[in-house]
């Protein structure tokens, strides 16, 4: 049984790090599935224990955000707020810095991923009719994105998990992070900055090279509609709030704002739904059951524990945290969050882990969803962003941020 557990465990998280398996056209949420699939096929697993090994209110909280980011999106905030970013009249860096602000804020409450998903292909057209190269901006964008989600527990799918696995206070998280992330995301600033060498309009696309299909690039994210816009963030804000300062549990505040969403007259629900990432949530499943059946087994306890004889304890929070960025710079996030879960036992594990593995997703292209999206965002704009552009600024920004977040939690470690 060991070596069959072993066994789905090597190849679901080869697919990982793949992104799919040789001759197969199945991709990382496909190869969870298909490993939970294993498992519960050939009774290693029960139904009902498979069901008991996912964490619902990790689903339920990201569900519910989800929602909510689809009704803000239908409602076109997201484009509207970036339009009049592009309208502002400074300088190249100067906007740099605002896009970046904005987007890393929206990041912290909206989640990463559906900022990049909505603003990329906007903030791609507002380079072009002011001639601007837009890979810095779309690169500083998903660097941003990144950057700001790691300072809420609900910023990004790996700190949702985090949350509510180790139950978390959401104000004595934010309280923790948001000083490394306002200072990472300033070093992030000056990182694309130095990397773009004041040649702003350098490279600078024309319309017909920006845009081959002749279609307006903005035109794919809805218009403004105030009221839906008004009902999404009325609800953001007041969950925000609850979190902060209510004990009631989270994921069902969640739920009880993306229902209330729901229930409109105007917005059909099969309309929001279809914007749910039902991928990520099925990717969620299918680790949870992969990753019980191999703690079940005593596997991974005895590899911790060879691990600590050999010097290297996961109990020790920096150590902790170079696992992660390791591990997330191979599996991406999610994946290396659900792996080194288990041995975070309290908030400054939680935190030093939460940072760790969303700051190392600048790294490279596939460490992040968020900027596979804006790269593929540029792609259908006509603008080439390849592993090597966007590595020239990845990976300072990551080893920067990164350093940056150590340094503050040593400081904090160093005070108690």
């Not at 998903?117 to 072009?128: F, G, N, S």
Request: charged share 10%.
């Amino acid at each position: 049984m060991k070596t069959f557990v072993l066994a789905v465990f090597c190849t679901v998280y080869l697919g990982m790090i793949l992104g799919g398996l040789p001759y197969l056209r199945v991709d990382r949420t496909g190869i969870a599935l298909l490993g939970a699939i294993a498992l519960v096929a050939s009774e290693i697993v029960g139904v009902d224990e498979a069901w008991r090994a996912v964490h619902i209110p990790t689903l339920t909280l990201l569900f519910s955000f989800m929602v909510i980011a689809a009704q803000l999106r239908m409602g076109g905030f997201y484009a509207a707020v970036t339009r009049r970013v592009g309208t502002l009249d400074v300088s190249p860096a100067a906007l740099l810095a605002v896009v970046m602000a904005i987007s890393a804020a929206m990041s912290a409450v909206f989640t990463n991923d559906v900022v990049c998903l909505a603003t990329a292909p906007v903030l791609a057209a507002i380079c072009r009719e002011r001639r601007l190269d837009p890979v810095p901006y779309l690169i500083g964008l998903a660097c941003a994105a990144n950057i700001g989600s790691a300072a809420t527990l609900i910023g990004n799918p790996q700190n949702i998990l985090i949350g509510e696995t180790l139950r978390l206070s959401f104000a004595d998280f934010l309280a923790t992070a948001w000083v490394p992330v306002v200072l990472s995301l300033a070093a992030a600033w000056g990182v694309v900055v130095a990397a773009n060498r004041r040649r702003w309009h350098d490279g600078a696309l024309s319309d017909s090279a920006s845009n081959p299909s002749g279609l307006p690039v903005a035109s794919v994210e809805p218009e403004l509609d105030c009221w839906q816009s008004a009902k999404g963030l009325a609800v953001a804000i007041a969950l925000f709030a609850g979190f902060v300062f209510s004990p009631w549990p989270r994921d069902l505040m969640a739920l009880a704002g993306a229902g209330l969403l729901l229930t409109s007259r105007t917005l059909h629900s099969e309309r929001v739904l279809g914007h749910v990432d039902w991928q990520l949530l099925i990717l969620f499943i299918g680790l949870f059951v992969v990753n019980h059946a191999v703690q079940r087994t005593g596997l991974a306890d005895a590899a911790v524990a060879d691990l600590a004889r050999a010097g290297i304890g996961l109990s020790s929070i920096p150590v902790l945290a170079t696992a992660a960025f390791v591990l997330s710079s191979v599996v991406s996030n999610v994946p290396a969050v659900m792996l080194l879960l288990p041995s975070a036992h309290d908030h400054a594990a939680g935190v030093a882990l939460a940072l760790s593995s969303t700051l190392s997703g600048n790294l490279l292209i596939v460490g992040s969803v968020a900027n596979i999206i804006v790269v593929d965002a540029a792609a259908r704009a006509g603008i080439a962003i390849d592993w090597r552009r966007h590595a020239r600024i990845g990976i300072p920004v990551t080893l920067v941020t990164l350093a940056v977040a150590a340094a503050w939690l040593g400081f904090r470690r160093g005070g108690a």
